[in-house]
């Protein structure tokens, strides 16, 4: 997969947004599959709880699309 190189910036823009309404922020940046997954079951675990909070999973990077047995279609995030 090629590089997006607007990705570091985007993140930084929507970090600040979130952070500007409330949002505590963790970023994580390069992670093959496995470190996706664990950033991701820790985030969970770590702030999501408590029934009032707010929770946003922003993923900048590639994904690809696939045609299912059954007719529909399903994206998939493609990890560093």
């Not at 190189?5 to 823009?13: F, M, Q």
């Not at 963790?26 to 985030?43: C, E, H, M, Y």
């Not at 702030?47 to 279609?73: D, K, M, W």
Request: glycine letters at 10%.
């Amino acid at each position: 997969w090629p590089d997006l190189p607007g990705v570091s910036r985007d993140s930084d823009i929507v970090g600040a947004a979130l952070v500007a309404h409330g949002f505590e922020v963790v970023t994580i940046r390069d992670a093959d599959s496995q470190g996706l997954k664990s950033a991701i079951d820790d985030f969970i675990f770590t702030h999501c709880l408590e029934p009032e909070n707010r929770v946003v999973i922003y993923f900048l990077g590639h994904g690809h699309t696939l045609q299912q047995a059954f007719g529909s279609t399903m994206g998939y995030i493609v990890p560093a």
